[in-house]
């Protein structure tokens, strides 16, 4: 597939992705579980109840207090991501020489993830959406890794965006805690879109952003008339772009601000990222600093 770069994911594998809460999962894996079991990190005391395994008891605790406790440790458990990418027609945006557009940023970013999760023994399911959302549930094959390259390397960006029923209907459909990974340019209404976020985080998971925008669209630097075109509606505009620019950085600010406030407010990874950023470096920041904040416990 075009969109990996096997040095890139060579480099990238010595880092895992990690989780900063606890999990569900069906076999043991590398993430801490939302369940006890026997793993070797300790977590809590509780009282001996009949039938409980005596091997657990700890015998210092019955020494000070003359009373019973277990020793209950954190299960280890996989992880369940989900990639949800955006394929409206406003993914077809660039303004880079090289004619690589804003679709093809988040399909590699995608890509990569992928393999990183599978390799790492999680699964990992796809959503890609525009006006309606295609599925691909999540697993930890490599079959079915090459069938989630395939759909990414079929999508075509176009129509507009529903961003805000997607995750809607995606934390209705998915209940037990994952990773949610959002890849868009996030044209949305901001109040709406922090709604849908809620909704996710309402099911415990946890939710990653990778905000994409051109280095154009936020600096607004055109110098003459421009024809602009909206690129999922269709619906153009003739301005010069001189007279509306102060007002037009004023609102984009404003924007970004309300939206960084809601997914500090919500405990969302928001990961702001220009299209002429290093690919690299912005998957490998992603991936440290996640594993930091697990270490910590997800602060």
């Known amino acids: 597939m075009d969109f990996l770069d096997h040095g890139i994911v060579g480099r990238l594998s010595r880092l895992q992705l990690a989780v900063r809460t606890p999990m569900l999962g069906s076999v043991t894996g590398l993430h801490r579980s939302a369940t006890r079991g026997a793993s070797v990190e300790f977590a809590e005391y509780r009282k001996y109840a009949?039938?409980?395994?005596?091997?657990?008891?700890?015998?210092?605790?019955?020494?000070?207090?003359?009373?019973?406790?277990i020793r209950e440790f954190e299960a280890d458990t996989n992880l369940r991501c989900y990639l949800?990418?955006?394929?409206s027609g406003s993914m077809r945006y660039t303004s880079s020489p090289d004619g690589g557009t804003r679709f093809?940023?988040?399909r590699r970013l995608a890509g990569t993830l992928a393999h990183l999760l599978v390799h790492q023994g999680d699964a990992v399911g796809l959503t890609l959406f525009s006006e309606k959302a295609t599925d691909l549930p999540a697993?930890?094959?490599?079959?079915?890794?090459?069938?989630?390259?395939?759909?990414?390397?079929?999508?075509?960006p176009q129509g507009e965006s529903n961003i805000v029923q997607t995750l809607h209907d995606f934390a209705e459909r998915i209940r037990s805690r994952a990773l949610v990974i959002v890849v868009s340019d996030l044209f949305c209404e901001v109040p709406e879109l922090l709604d849908a976020i809620k909704h996710l985080?309402?099911?415990?998971?946890?939710v990653a952003i990778f905000h994409l925008?051109?280095?154009?669209?936020?600096d607004f630097d055109f110098t003459r008339p421009v024809r602009f075109v909206d690129m999922e509606s269709g619906a153009d505009l003739i301005t010069d772009p001189t007279v509306v620019r102060e007002a037009y950085r004023e609102a984009v600010n404003e924007y970004l601000t309300t939206l960084r406030h809601g997914c500090t407010q919500f405990r969302i990874d928001y990961r702001f990222t220009y299209l002429d950023q290093s690919f690299e470096g912005a998957l490998t920041e992603?991936?440290?600093?996640?594993i930091r904040q697990a270490r910590k416990g997800g602060r």
Request: hydrophobic fraction near 40%; proline fraction near 2%.
């Open 50 to 69: 009949p039938g409980d395994d005596i091997k657990f008891l700890d015998w210092r605790v019955f020494a000070r207090t003359d009373k019973y406790f």
């Open 84 to 87: 949800v990418v955006d394929t």
């Open 104 to 106: 093809d940023y988040a």
């Open 139 to 156: 697993r930890h094959t490599a079959s079915h890794l090459r069938q989630l390259y395939q759909l990414l390397a079929n999508a075509k």
């Open 201 to 206: 985080r309402f099911y415990k998971h946890d």
């Open 213 to 218: 925008l051109d280095r154009q669209e936020f």
């Open 286 to 290: 992603f991936l440290i600093q996640r």
